[in-house]
Each structure stands twice: as C-alpha cells, then as structure tokens.
C-alpha cells in the first residue's frame, strides 16, 4: 500500500482521476454558463423579431380601415346620387303632369272660345263685305266733274235735280254767257247795284244778299263758287220765273 505523503513546500500532484473530476467541472461549468447566456440571446432575438414584425400587422390594419370607410363613403355616395336622380325624375314627372294639365286647360278654353271667335270672325267679315259695297256703291255713283264751264254746269244741274230745282243744261249755258262769258270772278262794277254797295258777282252775277237768301245746302258759301253760284242763281229764278231757262235778260 502506497502511503501519501507530502513534501513541505509543494503541492501534492494531481492523479488522473483529480484532473478527470477537475476537466469535468470545467466542462459543466462552461455548459452552464453558455445555458445561461443561450436564453437572454434567444430572447433578444425574438423580441427584435416581434419588434420588427409587429409594425408590418400594424400598418395592415389602417389600410383596411380606409378602404372600408372609402368604400362606406362610395356607397353613400351612391346612394345620395341615385336620390338625386329619383327626385329629378319625380320633379320631371311632376313638370309634365302641370305642363299636359295647362294644354288641357288651354285646349278646353279654346274650345269655350272658338264659337265667339267665330262669331266675331263673321260679324268682322260681314262688316268689311259691307263696307266694301257700301264703299263700291258710293264710289259707282260719285259722279266726276271737269273743272270747267261744262262741268259746273252738269254739277249743277244734278244737285239741282236732287233739290227739285227745275232748270236746263242750254236754259243754263244762255244766261251764264250774257251775264259773265263764262269767268266765276266776274264782278259788275257800274250797274245800280254796285251804285249801291253790292255788285253782281259770279257766273250769274249774283248779289250777295241774294245768294245768301237761295244758298242751295251741300254747296260753297263762296259766292265766287262756280257750282254755289250756279245753283242759288237757278233757285232764285226758279221762284221768281219758274226756271233758269225762262230768263232770256237781266233778272
């Protein structure tokens, strides 16, 4: 039996089995440590892995939240549009109904109407047919005059006629050319009457007194008038000798 003895001053030598427990420890003490650390370093990374994960699901969210409020918005906006429209065409219908309910007032009052238009419209016709034949008639029975000796004469002798005048167209010319030679302005300027302030005038040389006193109605109150001159002439002849054509001379 080896005996174990040590030598002051040095440490005893290590067998193999104290190096063997020796390398053991060291072996479990460096796995302890590397378990020890392994943990903190996994942790880590799968922090840094949640850390820089978890912005990505983040950002997601929102984006789906906007579209759904652009879509809710996009179908409101539908919805508002398809009012607007449905509101425009009741609004159209209704314009249609009011514009077809006014022609059917107008055509009704028309129809109220059209009988007294008629009636007007005949009365109007009727009216303008006799005016117009009235108008004819007149105008076929106006006589036209030459404006001279002989048509003073043929006036005369018409109006005379409507006056029952009595008196000749030759009864007419005869006294008319002794008296003036046929000059309207001829004026006596020496016989007694011109002595007397009222000289003859006219065709047949007529006082003013006595024109005035046989003024045919319808002529001149111009004693110089041919036709006014005329006609009271032969009116006065008429009553003082039957007619014109009875007086051959000074009258």
Same mark, same amino acid.
């Given at each position: 039996?080896?005996?174990?003895?040590?030598?002051?001053?040095?440490?005893?030598?290590?067998?193999?089995?104290?190096?063997?427990?020796?390398?053991?420890?060291?072996?479990?003490?460096?796995?302890?440590?590397?378990?020890?650390?392994?943990?903190?370093?996994?942790?880590?990374?799968?922090?840094?892995?949640?850390?820089?994960?978890?912005?990505?699901?983040?950002?997601?969210?929102?984006?789906?939240?906007?579209?759904?409020?652009?879509?809710?918005?996009?179908?409101?906006?539908?919805?508002?549009?398809?009012?607007?429209?449905?509101?425009?065409?009741?609004?159209?219908?209704?314009?249609?109904?009011?514009?077809?309910?006014?022609?059917?007032?107008?055509?009704?009052?028309?129809?109220?109407?059209?009988?007294?238009?008629?009636?007007?419209?005949?009365?109007?016709?009727?009216?303008?047919?006799?005016?117009?034949?009235?108008?004819?008639?007149?105008?076929?029975?106006?006589?036209?005059?030459?404006?001279?000796?002989?048509?003073?004469?043929?006036?005369?002798?018409?109006?005379?006629?409507?006056?029952?005048?009595?008196?000749?167209?030759?009864?007419?010319?005869?006294?008319?050319?002794?008296?003036?030679?046929? !000059?309207?302005?001829?004026?006596?300027?020496?016989?007694?009457?011109?002595? !007397?302030?009222?000289?003859?005038?006219?065709?047949?040389?007529?006082?003013?007194?006595?024109?005035?006193?046989?003024?045919?109605?319808?002529?001149?109150?111009?004693?110089?008038?041919?036709?006014? !001159?005329?006609?009271?002439?032969?009116?006065?002849?008429?009553?003082?000798?039957?007619?014109?054509?009875?007086?051959?001379?000074?009258?």
């Amino acid at each position: 039996m080896t005996k174990n003895t040590r030598t002051p001053g040095h440490s005893p030598k290590l067998t193999k089995l104290h190096k063997l427990s020796v390398a053991g420890v060291a072996t479990l003490g460096a796995a302890t440590l590397a378990f020890s650390l392994a943990p903190s370093h996994t942790q880590t990374t799968t922090s840094d892995a949640a850390i820089s994960t978890a912005p990505v699901a983040f950002s997601q969210q929102p984006i789906k939240n906007v579209q759904a409020s652009v879509t809710d918005q996009q179908a409101g906006a539908s919805l508002k549009t398809q009012a607007i429209e449905a509101k425009k065409k009741s609004a159209d219908a209704a314009a249609k109904k009011a514009a077809e309910n006014v022609r059917k007032v107008q055509a009704a009052s028309r129809s109220v109407q059209r009988p007294a238009i008629e009636t007007v419209a005949m009365k109007t016709v009727a009216m303008k047919t006799y005016a117009t034949k009235t108008y004819a008639a007149k105008t076929a029975t106006t006589k036209t005059y030459a404006n001279n000796l002989d048509g003073w004469i043929r006036q005369s002798l018409d109006i005379m006629k409507r006056r029952g005048i009595p008196g000749s167209y030759n009864g007419l010319h005869r006294n008319i050319m002794r008296e003036s030679s046929g !000059n309207p302005m001829a004026i006596n300027g020496w016989d007694i009457n011109a002595i !007397n302030g009222i000289p003859s005038k006219g065709l047949l040389q007529v006082i003013q007194p006595t024109f005035n006193a046989y003024h045919v109605p319808g002529t001149s109150w111009n004693i110089y008038d041919p036709v006014a !001159n005329i006609t009271a002439a032969a009116n006065y002849a008429a009553d003082k000798y039957g007619s014109m054509d009875n007086v051959n001379s000074a009258y």
